[in-house]
Every structure is written in structure tokens, then in C-alpha cells.
């Protein structure tokens, strides 16, 4: 099978890491320089060196995403179906050896979780689900989505990796964009981290964009979880995944999310911290690279900093997001899968958004343009 693997097998974490810590302001400075860029520029944008120039990065990353998406940010909402999941994971609430109530939402419960989101006005819904084959797997998935579907013009999910002729079913029901995050990309750390359930197979979550790519995905989402390694050589790996899905399947759109660890009840400490301010300079790193990529800022972060990141790159938010199954309406005080930082109620970020000068958009993005 002709797949990343191919090209992830040619790189090593630790030269690529020392090369990304090498770049100079000399590095810097060329890449800003250019008006397209590639891997190596990309490299500089992130690395210590380009801390210096991050306000020059973030006023040309401001232009780029005005161009590409103008003065807009796609809103969307997730809806959690299950917390059943038989990967133990060592930062996930919802990690199998923890011991919580498990629940997986009926047809009757997801109807009621789903008015409740669309009386808010959403037309764009995340579907997200522990991952557990027997009781979330294609045939609940699918049964789901045909729920779902009449309510939403836009569906995403984001469950287990597939199979491609899986994806092909769910596509065919409704799915429009599916979300894999490869957590890291350091394969002896993510083996740590994943010891146990079918998720501890690397190379098979590593191939799922390319099994999405060959079933026709409309988008397809990347990203890795900054806390659990070097997010700076983790950063990396994703540009160099997004550039490669990009040339082998050129019909499909693609998103970049930013998830920063957070707390929860399985308590793993970020092994690396990040600051707002090297979130925001990898934000217009992607943006400087790729103008097309959709940038999404979830309600993990503070309110401060999303308020802050609307008019530096990001282009797509979540709001009033609840991380358990039935969290809107059915069962409120369930245990979430993280701790959500930005708690405001849609209404507060759609006013929030349009102060500073922006439009919030609940329909197609794509027909926006």
C-alpha cells in the first residue's frame, strides 16, 4: 500500500528535532521573505529562532486568512455519543482502566442532544465517541449519522480509525469531514502513551488520512495532542503529513486543530509546555505555509487567548462544547473527557466575534465564499 508510511519511515525524531533548533534568524528571515513556502521555511517559522518576529508573522498571517477566508469563522459544536473506549490512553478521561460511568446515547437521547444543539443555531456538528468497535463501531456510527443527518448540512466525526471501505459507508450516509489526530508522531513515546486496545497499532492510525483519501472524504483533519512531546518536532511531522495528503489526494480540504493537554480524571502532566505565545506562533507557522488550511481554536483554550487568535489565523471555533454523552441535555453531570476552558455560551462568542469586526458562520462554510 502506497501511504506515509512510506515517507514517515525516511525521518528521524531526534535529527529532525536538533535540525528544527538549528535554524537561525538568518532561516527566519529568508522564509519570510518568500511568498511561497515550503517544509525547511516552515522549519525556521517554528523553531526558538523566530520568536523575535512573531508580530511580523502574525500581521502577515492575518493578511493570508483574510484573503483565503476573508473576515469569517466557521462555527461548530460537538456532540458526544459514548464514552465506551477500550484503548487505555494516559491523558484521556475517557482511558478504559479508568473507572467512570460509561454511557452511549440512545436513538431517543441523541434526537433530544440534537434539537438542543440546533435550537442554538448550529449547522455544523462534530460527532465524537470513545473508541469501543462493539458498541460504537461502523453499524452505530452509520445508524447515528442517518439521525443526525436531516438537522446539520455539515457532519464531522471524530471516532476510531476505519477501514477505508467503512469510511465509504459513512460518507454515503452523510459524513463529510473526518478528524484523525496522531496524538504524536514519536513513535517509542506513543507506545507509552497508547499500551494497550487497538489504538497502540502506530502504523495503522499513521495510514487512516490515506485509507480517508482513497474513500472520497470531502475534509479530513490532522493534528497531534502539544503536551505529550516536543511540539515543535511534533508540528513538523503534521506539515509534513498535511503536504503529503495534499499532493496524493488534492480534491479533499484539510484542518489543523491545536489541542494543548488538559486536565482530566487520568491526571497525565504535559511533558512539555507550550505558551500562548508559541500556540499563536505556530498558528501563523501553518498559516505562512499553507493558505488554504483550515485553522480550528476549541473551547479548550481561555477565553483571553481565542479572543486574541480570531484575527491572527484562526478560522474555525467551537463554542459551549460539552465533553461527556448527553451533556446538553440528557445527562449533565456526567465526567467529561478534559476540562473545557472557554465555558461561554454561544451567544457570548457569536457578540464576541462580531466586536471585532468578524462574521460567524453557522451554514456550509464552502458556500460562504
Not at 225 to 247: M, N, P, Q, V
Request: aromatic share 12%.
Amino acid at each position: 500500500m502506497n501511504s506515509f508510511k512510506n515517507i514517515f519511515d525516511n525521518y528521524h525524531w531526534d535529527e529532525l528535532k536538533q535540525n528544527i533548533y538549528s535554524k537561525t534568524t538568518h532561516d527566519v528571515e529568508r522564509a519570510l521573505s518568500k511568498t511561497k513556502r515550503d517544509l525547511e521555511d516552515f522549519k525556521a517559522l517554528i523553531s526558538p529562532s523566530a520568536q523575535p518576529y512573531l508580530e511580523q508573522m502574525a500581521q502577515m498571517s492575518q493578511q493570508l486568512t483574510q484573503k483565503r477566508f476573508g473576515k469569517t469563522i466557521q462555527m461548530y459544536i460537538p456532540l458526544y455519543l459514548s464514552n465506551e473506549c477500550q484503548n487505555i490512553c494516559t491523558y484521556c478521561g475517557f482511558s478504559f482502566t479508568n473507572k467512570i460511568p460509561r454511557r452511549t446515547l440512545t436513538d431517543k437521547e441523541i434526537i433530544k442532544e440534537v434539537e438542543f444543539i440546533k435550537s442554538l443555531g448550529y449547522d455544523h456538528i462534530l460527532i465524537v465517541t470513545g473508541e469501543a468497535e462493539k458498541t460504537v463501531g461502523i453499524d452505530y456510527l452509520e445508524n447515528a449519522i442517518r439521525i443526525i443527518r436531516p438537522y446539520f448540512s455539515h457532519i464531522s466525526i471524530e471516532v476510531q480509525p476505519l477501514e477505508q471501505n467503512e469510511y465509504e459507508r459513512l460518507i454515503a450516509v452523510g459524513v463529510n469531514t473526518v478528524l484523525v489526530y496522531q496524538e504524536t508522531y514519536h513513535q517509542e513515546d506513543y507506545k507509552k502513551h497508547h499500551p494497550k486496545g487497538k489504538k497502540s497499532n502506530f502504523y495503522y492510525r499513521l495510514e487512516t488520512h490515506d485509507r480517508l483519501g482513497k474513500a472520497g472524504i470531502y475534509k479530513m483533519g490532522l493534528g497531534v495532542l502539544i503536551g505529550l512531546e516536543d511540539w515543535r518536532t511534533d508540528s513538523f511531522f503534521t506539515a509534513l503529513h498535511l503536504k503529503y495528503l495534499e499532493k496524493m489526494y488534492w480534491q479533499a480540504k484539510y484542518s489543523i486543530s491545536f489541542p494543548r493537554l488538559r486536565p482530566h480524571s487520568g491526571g497525565l502532566e504535559p511533558k512539555v509546555e507550550m505558551s500562548d505565545k508559541e500556540l499563536v506562533q505556530l498558528i501563523c507557522a501553518y498559516r505562512l505555509l499553507d493558505e488554504e488550511i483550515e485553522l480550528s481554536v476549541s473551547t479548550r483554550e481561555s477565553e483571553k487567548f481565542r479572543n486574541n487568535i480570531i484575527k491572527l489565523g484562526a478560522t474555525t471555533f467551537s463554542a459551549e462544547s460539552k465533553t461527556n454523552p448527553g451533556g446538553y441535555v440528557v445527562e449533565k453531570q456526567s465526567l467529561e473527557q478534559f476540562e473545557i476552558s472557554d465555558e461561554r455560551s454561544t451567544q457570548l462568542v457569536d457578540a464576541m466575534i462580531r466586536e471585532q469586526g468578524y462574521e460567524p458562520v453557522y451554514k456550509d462554510w464552502e458556500k460562504n465564499y
